[in-house]
């Protein structure tokens, strides 16, 4: 069993059983359908054939009676098997509806589960693609995948066995194009190389990624290139693309023409009367006894032909139930029971031997032990790529430590429950997460109970009570729509939630980094004033915006090299030093 068709059996595994009853209530509702069509073939007997009533020479009322009686138990039939094929349908969407429901709810569970920092290295379009796009994807599975397939092979089992017990010779003869048919297709399938198959992918990515270059760069693309090369990358995705495609294609269209020719209804009507007339000329058959195999056997073309089209969504559904159960598989942050769970005794922060690495080629962080101590500010710097940003977000359990442990108040961050973690520890990152929602929300999104004169106490100490007063709908103004808020201003709408929860220690990465100067300004001042009293640990790409630092962590290729005072780091004229004259600051400023 492949991969693909593991994920899409473990997927639908809660609903299996239905979609099963659903598929055989189709196949027998799909028996029932072709009903009329051996009715009229029976009704031709009567009426035509040596064997009928009327080549028995039985009386005319007779006769009328058993034609009714055809008629009806055909109608019966008709609407009998209509009815299970509804119901059938019924079944498959519930159970779609079930399993929808379920992934969407068992995918949130996960997501809360998982670290925060697992979403600062995926695109929202992602998590977005698995949720929504792929979840609607497996709806053509659930819904209406198993349903066909019962009523396509309900009704191919039942005509072949209709047709073998009317004649077995004709039924042979009158089913040879399906064999014929399946040899054709499968060696068209085989046309179709991996290689170009691959190569259509790939194309469809590529397009799909010039997509967004193309929107999104169009401004930077005119400015610079001018509005020829701003197309010419679209333009040279859709070429590969219509190369990769006529790559793919053309060694099946010659292949499946030919496939779907053989089976078309014309061409097994043909079989059936060029054997029919031959059978009878042989006087093997009456050609009234022709007649069921001329009714019956081309019907099977159609079912035939929607089972090598409906593997198609077999095939989408496959890669869409690989991407939904590798997001319910992500690994989560383990969280301790109710009983295990305990409580600082203090605010204060120690890192001990902290060793953290994205896979264990690449270690990011090597050996780290500092201690924040209660009320104190301790900044972190160091060249790109230190490790500064990895630092802070360890402390805020983003994700846990390779080796090493973190404790608040003596207590494991591993062992301390994520509401108390994030009680007692807030954060104000340079990328900013508003929600879609009102301001509002957004500023009490931690504490929702809050009243709005706590709230907008919080704003104000943010900085941001006049800008949001003077929205639209003011606080009532909602992210994105009437609430239009520059970077600046929405990281003062972060400042005012973490304000809000009201944390004793406080972790700041480069808060004001895309900031322009009134803002930085604005929100340098709405720091100080939060900063009051609590502890503090600052990720500062600025050397001179934590000169009065109580102490300044120094790191450099994922260990601290230095640490101390800003004047003390400066007498030693090692690594802080360059870094100082590098920032092109003046030292005598320093004192």
Not at 243 to 256: E, G, K, N, Y
Request: proline share 4%.
């Amino acid at each position: 069993m492949s991969a693909g068709t593991g994920a899409v059996r473990q997927v639908l595994a809660p609903i299996r059983g239905r979609l099963t009853l659903a598929a055989v209530i189709a196949g027998a509702g799909a028996v029932f359908t072709l009903v009329p069509l051996a009715g009229i073939a029976h009704l031709a007997t009567l009426v035509l054939g040596d064997q009928g009533l009327r080549g028995q020479g039985v009386d005319g009322s007779v006769l009328t009676e058993a034609i009714w009686q055809t008629v009806a138990l055909s109608l019966l039939a008709l609407c009998l098997g209509l009815a299970l094929v509804s119901v059938a349908e019924l079944l498959a969407h519930l159970a779609d509806n079930r399993l929808t429901r379920q992934l969407r709810r068992s995918a949130m569970d996960r997501l809360a589960q998982v670290p925060l920092g697992w979403f600062t290295s995926r695109a929202s379009g992602e998590v977005k693609r698995a949720l929504q796009d792929d979840v609607g994807t497996l709806h053509e599975l659930t819904a209406h995948y198993y349903t066909i397939r019962g009523r396509t092979w309900g009704a191919i089992l039942a005509s072949a066995v209709y047709l073998f017990a009317m004649d077995w010779r004709m039924a042979l003869v009158s089913l040879l194009p399906f064999p014929a048919f399946f040899l054709v297709f499968r060696a068209a399938m085989k046309a179709g190389s991996e290689e170009n198959m691959k190569a259509f992918v790939d194309g469809q990515s590529r397009i799909n990624n010039a997509v967004v270059e193309f929107v999104n760069g169009i401004p930077v693309l005119k400015a610079f290139a001018g509005s020829e090369r701003a197309n010419s990358r679209y333009r040279d995705a859709v070429e590969a693309f219509l190369q990769a495609f006529v790559a793919f294609t053309r060694p099946l269209v010659v292949p499946m023409a030919n496939a779907n020719a053989i089976i078309s209804p014309v061409a097994v009507l043909a079989v059936v009367l060029t054997f029919g007339v031959l059978f009878v000329g042989l006087g093997w058959m009456t050609p009234v006894e022709v007649l069921p195999f001329v009714l019956v056997t081309p019907g099977i073309s159609a079912p035939l032909q929607l089972l090598s089209f409906i593997g198609h969504d077999l095939h989408n559904a496959t890669g869409a139930a690989q991407r939904v159960q590798a997001l319910l598989e992500t690994p989560v942050l383990a969280q301790p029971e109710a009983a295990e769970a305990a409580l600082p005794s203090s605010n204060e922060v120690r890192v001990e031997q902290l060793s953290y690495g994205y896979d264990k080629q690449s270690p990011v962080l090597q050996a780290i032990d500092f201690t924040l101590e209660p009320g104190t500010v301790t900044a972190v710097v160091g060249a790109s790529g230190a490790g500064k940003s990895t630092l802070a977000r360890l402390l805020l359990r983003f994700f846990d430590p390779t080796a090493g442990r973190i404790t608040l108040g003596g207590v494991d961050l591993r062992q301390l429950a994520a509401p108390e973690l994030y009680r007692r520890v807030g954060f104000v990152l340079q990328e900013v997460r508003l929600i879609h929602g009102s301001v509002r929300d957004n500023i009490a999104l931690g504490r929702p109970a809050a009243s709005q004169q706590e709230i907008e106490a919080a704003a104000r100490l943010a900085n941001i009570h006049d800008r949001i007063e003077a929205l639209p709908r003011g606080y009532d103004s909602v992210v994105g729509e009437d609430a239009k808020l520059s970077g600046g201003e929405q990281q003062r709408v972060s400042i005012a939630r973490a304000v809000l929860l009201d944390p004793p220690v406080l972790v700041l990465d480069e808060a004001t980094a895309a900031a322009d100067a009134g803002n930085e300004a604005a929100i340098q001042a709405a720091l100080s004033r939060f900063a009051e009293g609590r502890t503090l640990m600052v990720i500062a790409h600025r050397l001179d915006t934590v000169r009065q630092a109580d102490r300044i962590l120094v790191l450099d290729n994922g260990r601290i090299a230095e640490q101390g005072r800003h004047e003390e780091l400066l007498a030693r004229n090692g690594f802080y030093t360059r870094l100082w004259r590098l920032g092109g600051y003046q030292e005598s400023t320093s004192c």
